[in-house]
């Protein structure tokens, strides 16, 4: 018999049958998604009122925080967590055997070698017990205000791109750091001073520099300004030859001149806001140059940093840590304090032990110790603590093996350790786990997007919500994934 042929699609069996099951999925979804809340008035993408006039005033957040401002301590390339935070005694009883199950393993820069025991002891710490090693003592001292996440992973096992997952939540170039979405979302408690602040290491910038801090595609006032303590913000001071008074009227004159300017194109917005830009860059002369003032510090403050040391990279970083302490306590919304830096090359000056681990880690360890731990005791000594939350981060781990033919340790986003300590964190604990080799992440596996929503959610914002609409597409900070680590907060 011939094939019956229908005139009209709509008595085709298999097109109406077809129709008929996506049109009920559909419905099924619909029905999922009300009753979850997601299509619910309050559902939607919550985009903050940014002010032309006035873009980095203060915005209240989608629910009450926890946090007010946020400390990312990042360790650039990549410090090992098998050598500091992560124990494993099989690694310790196995030292010198095969890895079990990876045959000739080949990682980023080759093939691996035997497994190697941490290349310093560990010893528990504090009411806690937490095992840490002797790499960084003063921080080990610590571990009882400390949250270590142990499981987390990364998407890249290069630098470049796992430092801009660590920031920006991608790995590609061109998306807003976690600072600017915070600066986006909430604006500054500081009129005088900028929303958010990167402060490189004294020995550089790292590896994907302004990408860290940068804004992408969100408005460009909410990218962070880049300064040190050695090396503020450029081209503040007033000529010496323009005395106070002059300077001041001029600036005077010149506000006068902006609000007739714009009472005459009223609702231009780009006016509005390169007036704004304006006026706080010489708010900005004033008060800058007085947060970077260290000489205003106590003796014993300073030799507690140790901002004098005769090692001049860590009295640098310690410097560095001081000024992050004033501008959290200044009203900063976001600090990014960066220890380690690529100009140098590889792990001269930062954490990428591949070739000789022992020997470059002993001249980074005292770096960051003795300063970090201070601001550390200096935050909570003073209160900030209560509403800051410090987050440190490096940007993968490194392998339980030492590379072949060399005395280090290869990159692996497989599994690693940060760590968190200050508002609404749970004190002296531990989150998911490793292997018993400190390889892989396998109890409770987290992902950079979790310790974002996490963070956002600390500050009282919804990372599901906080979006920006470029290009046709509602983005995010933790793109389409992420959920708040809920376990580790208090």
Known sequence: ?????????????????????????????????????????????????????????????????????????????????????????????????????????????????????PLWPFKPRGKSGKMVSDLLPNLAD???????????TARSNTHGPAEN????????????SAGAWVSYALGSENRDLPAFVAIPDPRGVPQVGPNNWGSGFLPAVFQGTAFTADKPIPHLARPAAIPAPTDADTRAFLRTLNEEHLAKHPGDTELMARIAAHELAGRMQLRAAEVADLSREPAKVRAEYGADNSNKVKAGFARNCLLAR??????????????GAYAMGEGVGNWDGHKTLKAQYDIHAPILDQPLAALLRDLKRTGLGADT?????????????????????????????????????????????TDEFGYKAVEKVSSIYDLHATVLH?????????????NGIERRLTDVHGHVIRDILT
């Open 1 to 117: 018999m011939a094939a019956i042929s229908f005139p009209h699609p709509l008595l085709d069996r298999r097109a109406f049958l077809g129709d008929a099951a996506t049109g009920l999925g559909g419905i099924a979804l619909a029905a999922l998604l009300a009753e979850s809340g997601k299509l619910s008035a309050d559902s939607g993408p919550l985009r903050p009122n940014v002010l032309p006039d006035a873009p980095l005033a203060s915005r209240p957040p989608h629910f009450p925080p926890r946090a007010k401002r946020v400390l990312v301590v990042f360790c650039s390339g990549a410090l090992s967590h098998l050598d500091s935070f992560d124990y494993k005694p099989e690694l310790v009883k196995r030292h010198g055997q095969p890895m079990p199950g990876a045959g000739k393993l080949v990682t980023f820069q080759g093939e691996n070698g035997d497994l190697v025991k």
């Open 142 to 152: 610590l571990a009882d205000e400390m949250c270590f996440i142990h499981s987390m």
């Open 165 to 176: 997952q660590m920031s920006t939540g991608f790995t590609l170039d061109g998306f807003p």
């Open 326 to 339: 004033r501008l959290l306590e200044r009203g900063v919304r976001f600090v990014q304090l960066f220890n």
């Open 389 to 433: 939350v410090i987050v440190w981060v490096t940007e993968f781990g490194r392998m339980p093996t030492f590379q072949k033919g060399a005395s280090g340790r290869d990159h692996n986003p497989a599994g690693f350790t940060v760590w968190l300590a200050g508002a609404g964190v749970k004190a002296g604990t531990c989150y998911g786990a």
């Open 458 to 470: 600390l500050l009282g914002l919804d990372h599901e919500r906080l979006s920006f609409y470029h």
